[in-house]
């Protein structure tokens, strides 16, 4: 079928696409939902975890699936799969179920969002027309996932959370619905995605600057991810109370601050250079950690944590490309953003389970304050190690000996 033709309808598919399989209606109250269901912060933590470490997993064979079977094909299914995992949520009653629907809505938004990817990107050959089309589309998800994050505040606030997830799984449905639209672009047989023979990364180990800017990438998206899923619903929803409308729009505005700041990122590593984007990175996620613990007179600042966060949230990942490709090639570069995922799940796994066992033990305001101070610990590290030249050659030497 003619490349043009194929082009226009997959990207005025991708748009519809997008929209829809972005409204997260359940996204305000995903934890409030495990909480009134009666499970401790430790076993929300442990169903926190299982969703991210579904989504790390079924990442990496997502290439070699969209080989065999097309890149439409596993949008479909990975919709599927998230419908099937929001179902089980709903009417499942004990926490074996629980995990088994995280389980399913990871894997399903990791096979949807490889597939999504691949499609577009052999579907829009030329950059520039790539990059309009991913702006756009980021105005859309932009409108989307605020719409349904106030919406699924509102429904749950007026009808209940277990209402807010029930009308969660229409959307993947119709997602499915519309990808069966979409037109599999030929790129001849046989043609996959960049692949490495390299067996391990010991390469990082060689270059002390790079192995710490995948350490920090890391490290950074693991915090904001920590704080986003889990310890910033828990502070709003179980420890203040507040209205799950207005945490639906509090949500709201952590996304429009990060998409904002990925799409201005370059103008902002250009106007404060490198080194103090990642500075401020660092700082504003130790703010806000600091700002969740706040219970002073002025119970407003508290709106101030999702602001900083986004900030981090939206740099982090292009900040860590122009890194990449400064210290690496291609391949490098791709390899260096899938170890720096592997690092964030491991850290996530870490602060949200140890934090969420403390507020089962201490009280979640004492978890709270470890949060604030583990923030400003793994800060100051990371920030020592990518720019104190002794500590960051001594920890390359010890991993390559």
């Known amino acids: ?130 990059a309009k089309v991913q702006k756009k589309a980021h105005v859309i998800v932009l409108v989307c996932v605020i719409t349904a994050s106030v919406v699924g505040g509102v429904v749950a606030q007026l009808y209940g959370a277990r209402t807010a997830l029930l009308i969660s799984i229409v959307p993947p449905l119709l997602a499915a619905l519309s990808a069966c639209f979409f037109i599999e672009p030929y790129t001849g047989k046989g043609q996959s995605p960049l692949t490495t023979t390299s067996t391990g990364y010991i390469w990082l180990a060689r270059s002390p600057a790079l192995l710490m800017s995948v350490l920090s990438y890391g490290t950074t ?14 502070t709003y929803l179980i420890l203040f109370k507040v209205p799950l409308a207005v945490f639906g729009v509090v949500m709201g505005v952590y996304t429009v601050v990060s998409i904002l700041t990925a799409s201005y990122s370059t103008a902002i590593c250009q106007r404060f250079g490198e080194r103090l984007t990642v500075m401020l990175s660092y700082t504003f996620l130790t703010l806000a950690g600091g700002v969740l613990m706040y219970q002073g007179p002025v119970p407003q600042l508290l709106y101030l944590s999702p602001i900083l966060m986004g900030f981090s949230a939206g740099i982090t990942r292009p900040l860590a490309v122009v890194q990449f490709n400064r210290l690496t090639d291609l391949q490098g570069a791709g390899r260096a953003l899938t170890l720096g995922e592997s690092v964030n799940a491991v850290v996530t796994l870490a602060l949200i389970l140890t934090i969420c066992n403390v507020m089962d033990v201490y009280g979640v305001e004492t978890g709270l304050v470890v949060l604030a101070a583990s923030v400003a610990t793994l800060a100051a590290l990371m920030l020592t190690c990518l720019y104190g030249v002794a500590w960051r050659n001594n920890i390359c030497e010890t991993i390559i000996n």
């Open 221 to 234: 998206r693991a915090i904001f991810m920590s704080m986003f899923v889990a310890f910033i619903p828990i």
């Open 1 to 130: 079928m003619d490349q043009v033709f194929t082009a226009a309808r997959n990207t005025r598919m991708f748009f519809i696409y997008r929209a829809v399989s972005r409204l997260y209606f359940y996204l305000p109250v995903l934890v409030l939902y495990f909480f009134v269901q009666g499970e401790s912060f430790f076993k929300i933590g442990v169903l926190l975890c299982v969703y991210s470490l579904s989504v790390m997993v079924f990442e990496q064979p997502t290439s070699k699936l969209i080989e065999y079977f097309g890149a439409k094909r596993i949008i479909v299914f990975g919709e599927v799969l998230k419908a099937c995992g929001l179902t089980l949520l709903v009417y499942g009653a004990q926490t074996s179920y629980s995990i088994i629907a995280q389980l399913l809505t990871g894997a399903g938004y990791a096979l949807a969002a490889g597939g999504d990817a691949s499609l577009m990107s052999r579907s829009l050959v030329d950059a520039e027309q790539q």
